[in-house]
């Protein structure tokens, strides 16, 4: 599962490197700067939960637990709904209701973060 965890990680880093040069470069002229903004938190929170993931990868090599298991699948979750909902919020007109689904991939994101403390906290 580790190694699913890194990859997948470092995929998703990949892309957000290219959907950032996408917004500084390809959409820096067609959106309004409010959605170039929605678009590049969407692109950093990215960033910072493909590390987590790569991290939960890492610290299960020292620590098996199955919440850190759950733990990479929410910073994946968020990431999709998170993320993704802003991407979809910031290119496309008339999608205002996916705005909805942002909590939840923040809710995700939280839980995450959460379960990984928790499975060293029981480690220790």
Known sequence: MKD?????GALLGA???ILGAFGAHALKNTLS????RVFHTGVEYQFYHAFAL????IVK???????????GYLF???ILLFSGSLYCLSI?????FVGIITPFGGMAFI?????????????N
């Open 4 to 8: 699913r965890f890194i990859i997948t």
């Open 15 to 17: 892309i957000a490197v």
């Open 33 to 36: 700067p409010d959605s170039l």
């Open 54 to 57: 790569i991290l939960c990868g």
């Open 61 to 71: 090599e020292r620590t098996p637990s199955s919440l850190l298991k759950w733990s």
């Open 76 to 78: 994946i979750t968020g």
């Open 92 to 96: 496309v007109d008339g999608l205002q």
């Open 111 to 123: 839980a995450g973060w959460f379960l990984l403390a928790v499975s060293q906290w029981k480690h």
